[in-house]
């Protein structure tokens, strides 16, 4: 029998629509044919096929042995041994709770400017401004604010200076497939990519190199992922930030998590929102996601922990730890052991194994196989 071609309509039901997909949008950057697409409306966040004709599974490229789509998923059947054994050279070890690393640090900027418009220690937005300007990559894709900001609608979108990364910096806990903004960056000319995204996201470029997934895979140069636990659909501000403790988004002006869900509004005044109020504005892309800890990023970065001006780092690849090493040199930015903060490591590892048994995909149980937590190192 000739091998298996896997394409749309397996990804169609095994993720799409099994409870795996994430809405990373992998899928729809990497299909040649532009017969996929994103809806990002009404907590859908899910790619779907634009042909309607046949149904949404019907893709006539697929047929003919196009199997992009799948390859660039990383959510798709092997996923994960797959990724880990291209960038890390062997398949998860169990006692590594939060994945293949190198070292754990908390580091943060040494630019004021950037400390003030960035979150916990401003590192993401240093990493990236110092990779634009040293020609590492040539843009980045990251989230933007919708419109004016006042929405707090989280969108894709492209920086490729330092005004644009500053522009980007800030959380939101809402989502943005910052994949999708992949097309425009090439639009502008750019060879070398670097993407910031939650851990669905940054699996994203792991599992196109290791699938052979083509240009796109060597287009992304640099992946940065951030610690997430969950994203909530854009309902949440209305019908719990408003409906309950009259919080208009439009009067927002940051927003963290720290135990609880803080917001800080125009006003000067703070609030606290239990996270458990939260829950049920959960996106459904999160609940099986077994990946807190941003596994396959070359480096991954939180602000969990005792130090709320500081980042916890976690370098995975040889490549990040160049990174941080040329710009610590550079007084771009300082570091510290991660062992000054024991709690935040405790908590990384807590979160990451909370996380790792949520994944209930029996056909593929190998992530969800892997919850055990070893000795502490």
């Not at 096929?49 to 047929?63: I, K, M």
């Not at 290791?210 to 997430?228: D, H, M, N, S």
């Not at 709320?308 to 730890?321: H, N, P, V």
Request: overall charge negative; proline content about 6%; aromatic content about 8%.
């Amino acid at each position: 029998m000739p091998p298996e071609k896997p394409h749309w309509a397996h990804l169609f039901n095994e993720v799409v629509t099994s409870g795996l997909c994430t809405g990373c949008s992998a899928c729809v950057i990497a299909c040649p044919y532009d017969v996929l697409d994103y809806n990002d409306m009404d907590g859908a966040y899910k790619p779907f096929h634009v042909e309607a004709e046949g149904g949404p599974t019907d893709c006539t490229h697929g047929e003919k042995g196009c199997t992009l789509c799948t390859r660039a998923c990383p959510r798709f059947r092997d996923w994960e041994p797959d990724i880990d054994t291209h960038l890390f050279g062997e398949t998860r070890n169990p006692q590594d709770v939060f994945g293949s690393s190198k070292d754990v640090i908390l580091a943060r900027t040494t630019d004021p400017e950037i400390a003030g418009a960035g979150q916990d220690g401003g590192l993401v937005s240093a990493i990236l401004i110092w990779a634009l300007e040293n020609e590492i990559v040539d843009a980045a894709l990251v989230s933007y604010l919708e419109g004016d900001g006042t929405t707090w609608k989280a969108i894709p979108g492209v920086a490729s200076n330092r005004e644009q990364v500053l522009q980007a910096a800030g959380s939101r806990y809402t989502y943005s497939a910052n994949p999708l903004a992949y097309p425009k960056a090439i639009e502008q000319g750019a060879e070398k990519i670097a993407l910031v995204g939650m851990g669905c996201q940054s699996s994203a470029p792991g599992a196109m190199s290791a699938r052979k997934a083509g240009k796109i895979a060597r287009r992304f140069e640099l992946t940065i992922g951030l610690l997430c636990s969950k994203t909530f659909d854009d309902a949440i501000f209305p019908e719990l930030f408003e409906a309950k403790y009259g919080l208009k988004r439009q009067d927002m002006v940051k927003m963290n998590i720290k135990g609880v869900f803080q917001i800080w509004m125009k006003d000067g005044s703070y609030h606290e929102v239990p996270l458990k109020e939260c829950h049920q504005w959960t996106r459904e892309g999160c609940k099986e996601c077994p990946d807190f800890a941003a596994e396959h990023a070359d480096i991954s970065t939180g602000g969990i922990g005792a130090f709320s001006d500081w980042t916890l780092t976690i370098i995975r690849t040889d490549k990040g730890r160049q990174l941080i090493e040329d710009m610590v040199a550079a007084g771009k930015i300082e570091t510290r052991p991660g062992d000054d903060d024991p709690g935040a490591i405790e908590l990384l590892r807590k979160l990451s194994a909370v996380s790792r048994k949520r994944w209930k995909n029996e056909d593929n149980p190998a992530p969800g196989a892997l919850v055990a937590i070893g000795p502490k190192p």
